[in-house]
C-alpha cells in the first residue's frame, strides 16, 4: 500500500499575536530541552533551551515552559512576526555534555503566520 | 566563523551509484553527528563522533551506510550502493563537549533516481 508521510501539525497566527506552540516528550529522566527553529531550505537553528531543574525560561520574545509532571513542553512566541514562519522541534537530551548525550528530535510543528 | 560546512549542497545521483556528503564542523568543536530528514520520518540520528571517535552508530540503517571521522576537522558520510529510499535531506551538525547546543550546517538535499 502507499505510505502515509509524516503529517506536521500546523499553527496559524495572525502577525502580532503570540503563539504557543506545544511538544510531548517521552523520557522522564531527560534533564535537557531545545527549542530549535528549521526556516525552509536550512538547517534546525537553536532558540532556547531550559534544564529540567527549572519550570520556565525566557529569552528575547520567547519563553520555554517546562511541566515535567505531565512532560510537556512549550514554546510561547511575543508578537509573532512573519519572519517567525518556520518548523519548530522540541529536542530533548538524556546524558551529560559529554560523550553519551545526544539530542532525541520530536516531529515538529508548522508555524504559519499570516498577515 | 563560518559555521558547519556540507557540500555538496544538492546531489541527483542514479541507482547504484556511490554517494559520499562531506561535512566541516565549527573550529574547536569535539562533537559531530549526521542526521537524516525525510518527510516519513521526521529528523532521524544516523551516527555521532566525539573526538573523531565513532560513538554511537545504531542509527545507521544499513551497511550500505558508512561514516568517518578521520581527523577533528572533516568527516564524510558515504552510501553504496545508494537507492530511491535514500533520498533525503542529510544534516551534519558539530557540538564542544561540555555543551548541549548542536549547531546545525544547510543539509545536502539527495535525491536517488
Known amino acids: 500500500g502507499e505510505s502515509v508521510g509524516l503529517h506536521l501539525p500546523t499553527l496559524s497566527v495572525q502577525e502580532g499575536d503570540n503563539s504557543i506552540i506545544n511538544c510531548a516528550y517521552s523520557n522522564s529522566a531527560s534533564d535537557y530541552f531545545i527549542w530549535y527553529k528549521q526556516e525552509s531550505g536550512k538547517g534546525p537553528q537553536f532558540i532556547i533551551d531550559i534544564r529540567s531543574n527549572m519550570d520556565k525560561r525566557q529569552g528575547q520574545r520567547v519563553t520555554v515552559l517546562l511541566n515535567k509532571t505531565v512532560k510537556h513542553l512549550s514554546l510561547q512566541i511575543a508578537a509573532t512576526q512573519p519572519g517567525d514562519s518556520a518548523v519548530y522541534f522540541c529536542?530533548?537530551?538524556?546524558?551529560?555534555?559529554?560523550?553519551?548525550?545526544?539530542?532525541?528530535f520530536g516531529t515538529g510543528t508548522r508555524l504559519q503566520v499570516t498577515l | 566563523d563560518a559555521g558547519v560546512i556540507q557540500s555538496p549542497r544538492h546531489e541527483v545521483t542514479e541507482m547504484g551509484q556511490e554517494v559520499t556528503l562531506r561535512c566541516k564542523p565549527i573550529s574547536g568543536h569535539n562533537s559531530l553527528f549526521w542526521y537524516r530528514q525525510t518527510m516519513m520520518r521526521g529528523l532521524e540520528l544516523l551516527i555521532y563522533f566525539n573526538n573523531n571517535v565513532p560513538i554511537d552508530d545504531s542509527g545507521m540503517p544499513e551497511d550500505r551506510f558508512s561514516a568517518k571521522m578521520p581527523n577533528a576537522s572533516f568527516s564524510t558520510l558515504k552510501i553504496q550502493p545508494s537507492e530511491p529510499r535514500d533520498s533525503a535531506v542529510y544534516f551534519c551538525a558539530s557540538r564542544l563537549t561540555g555543551t548541549y547546543e548542536q549547531f546545525f550546517g544547510p543539509g545536502t538535499r539527495l535525491t536517488v533516481l
Open positions: 529536542a530533548e537530551i538524556d546524558g551529560d555534555t559529554g560523550t553519551a548525550s545526544k539530542l532525541t
